[in-house]
């Protein structure tokens, strides 16, 4: 989980390029509340790839917020 202001997402995925430097998020919105439908929760932005800068060059993580980064560990006995 990852918040910062009013913004929460579930970081599920990171892809990197290693050759050109981009990088995506694959992403879901904690607060979605719709039906398991998966095409109509991919319509609608709930899930999927963001880029970290966008074509039209606006970031994903906003530069002048703060961000807490979640990372749940599994006990050892599991």
């Not at 202001?5 to 430097?21: F, K, P, S």
């Not at 994903?60 to 917020?65: Q, S």
């Not at 807490?68 to 560990?73: D, I, K, S, T, V």
Request: charged share 20%; hydrophobic share 40%.
């Amino acid at each position: 989980m990852i918040g910062g202001g009013v913004l929460a997402y579930t970081l599920l995925g990171v892809d990197y390029n290693e050759l050109t430097g981009d990088c995506a998020f694959l992403i879901l919105d904690p607060h979605y509340t719709g039906t398991d439908d998966l095409k109509s929760i991919q319509a609608g932005g709930w899930c999927g790839w963001k880029k970290a800068v966008s074509a039209k060059g606006k970031e994903f993580f906003l530069r002048d917020k703060f961000y807490n980064l979640l990372l749940p560990q599994r006990p050892n006995m599991v």
